[in-house]
């Protein structure tokens, strides 16, 4: 591997998008986390689980369609977020000794390459978007609001990753919408369970950087709980298991749904277990990364109640 392609410390290792991109195109997909595929899983899980949840609530089979559509939408708006979050933090991130290769920080990729490539990306996600009722497009052309404040919050506020989690757990509910054209309590406290989700694991992440975002003047909510961070993150987990059972009562499902609930509820339990303020960068990209599945049991969850109520 020459020196112009490096790889990222928190990047898949072999990934095969990686392997097998032509040189040119691997800081674009760096650029766009595809080989690190945390990133989009974290942020199509809350979409799949308001489908699921809106299918079950309904008595209908799971909408392969539409699981498909937030997949692509998905993996598009993740490359589409971080390319301009990169854009933005591209001065930051050159004095961080995790990011400072990446492709904007180092200079392999220009600046009027990477909004071209910004484009293009928002471009497939609002082909995606279109393929939706009326209700999804509206919510849908909201959500990128929320995203263009994010790079700067941690500039101002040390609770970056509430930001971060209004963005991402925002599938949940489109995923709901997109099937029952309405928006009902079930997908608020489902949006409101993935918030805190994600507040929890992205504080698990920035554990990572606390040295050299103390240094850079970056704030976040590693940086605030401090030698609390377990402690806080295990409040988050727990508040996001509660509207989590709140989201399932509002929509009248069980069965299977909370079995789903009762396993992700173990799954964050065990990674509260596992953090502390000196858990070392390695630990910290692992527990992150786990929050991969413990999205998908609570999803299963849902649709195999969903599957459930619609063949029996």
Known sequence: MSAAEPRLPDAVADHPLWRLAPEPLRPYVQLARLDRPIGWWLLLL???????LSSAALGLPPNLFHLLLFFIGAVSMRGAGSTYNDFVDRDIDAKVERTRLRPLASGRVSP???IVFLILQ?????????????LTIAL???SPLIVLVYPFAKRFTSWPQAVL????????????????????WPAVFLYASAILWTIGFDTIYALQD??????????????????????????????????????????????FAQIGVGAYAAHLSWQVWRTSAA????VALTLFRSNRDAGLLLFAGLVAQSALLAYS
């Open 279 to 282: 858990a070392s960068p390695e």
């Open 140 to 142: 849908g052309f909201a």
């Open 165 to 184: 989690g209004l963005a991402f757990a925002y599938g949940a509910l489109l995923g709901w919408t997109a099937q029952t054209g309405r928006l009902d």
């Open 210 to 255: 606390k040295r050299d975002d103390a240094i850079a003047g970056v704030r976040s909510t590693a940086l605030l709980f401090g030698a609390h961070v377990r402690l806080a993150v295990g409040a988050l987990y727990l508040c996001s298991v509660v509207f989590a059972e709140l989201a399932l009562l509002a929509a009248g499902v069980g069965g």
């Open 46 to 52: 809350p979409c799949w689980q308001g489908s699921a």
């Open 122 to 134: 928002c471009l497939v996600g609002l082909a995606v978007l279109l393929s939706f009722n009326g």
């Open 112 to 114: 009027r390459a990477a």
